[in-house]
């Protein structure tokens, strides 16, 4: 059970818009720690692909953005590509587990 | 660039313990104003954060691991010790700058992962 909450798995067809949503509490997103997200293909490590809630990496396109409200946080993808199919993970921190969190992941299909 | 590349071995039996290391190279871990940490993934699982350390020593661990894990940092290297590993401790661990701000934690690079089983 992850302290971050994500769905196990979204899809959507080529040119699409998803999103993948983040749900925290009041001790880690709710209580204003930034939220990041990491795409992950099959056997690589983990990419960096927006930090601080809504900021892009150098080198990721633009048609993919965060946002955070509350106690929740979201990524959306516009335009989808094939490129696109990963594991999508979020990442806050936790003040009462004084820990580094993530969330469960979620796969992206493009259909 | 920054590059980080883990090693150690590949297999371990149960009830002993883990250890592995990770070599920084393109930035001076004694210079750095981040930390360096380790996250594992279970096979067909998520990602845990483990415990993150900054050049002056000083350490943060995952509550849940704490009591069997250590982390040290030496010249450009770091390392991971986790003590009275079992089956569940089997993972692709993972080393990783984590850049520390006000209520901002994140890890900007990583390592390609070394993939640790236990087992007898």
């Known amino acids: 059970q992850s302290v971050l909450t994500q769905p196990p798995s979204v899809s959507g067809a080529p040119g699409q818009r998803v999103t993948i949503a983040c749900t925290g509490s009041?001790?880690?997103?709710?209580?204003?720690?930034?939220v990041h997200w990491y795409q992950q293909f099959p056997g690589t490590a983990p990419k960096l692909l927006m930090y601080?809630?809504?900021n892009r990496p150098s080198g990721v396109p633009d048609r993919i953005s965060g946002s955070k409200s509350g106690t929740s946080a979201s990524l959306a993808i516009i335009g989808l590509q094939a490129e696109d199919e990963a594991d999508y993970y979020c990442?806050?921190?936790?003040?009462?587990?004084?820990?580094?969190?993530f969330g469960g992941g979620t796969k992206l299909t493009v259909l | 660039q920054l590059h980080l590349q883990e090693s150690g071995p590949g297999l371990v039996k149960p009830s002993e313990t883990l250890s592995l290391t990770c070599v920084v190279s393109g930035a001076f871990i004694r210079d750095s104003t981040d930390y360096w940490g380790w996250i594992r993934q279970p096979p067909g699982k998520g990602l845990e954060w483990i415990g993150s350390?900054?050049?002056?020593?000083t350490t943060y661990y995952n509550p849940s691991l704490e009591s069997r894990v250590t982390i040290s940092v030496s010249e450009n290297q770091f390392s991971l010790r986790v003590r009275s590993v079992t089956a569940t401790d089997t993972a692709v661990y993972y080393c990783?700058?984590?850049?520390?701000?006000?209520?901002?934690?994140?890890?900007?690079?990583w390592g390609q992962g070394a993939l640790v089983t236990v087992s007898s």
């Open positions: 009041s001790s880690n997103i709710g209580a204003g720690y930034d």
């Open positions: 350390i900054y050049s002056s020593g």
């Open positions: 990783a700058r984590l850049r520390y701000r006000l209520y901002f934690y994140d890890f900007d690079w």
């Open positions: 601080g809630n809504n």
């Open positions: 990442q806050s921190y936790d003040s009462s587990l004084t820990a580094v969190v």
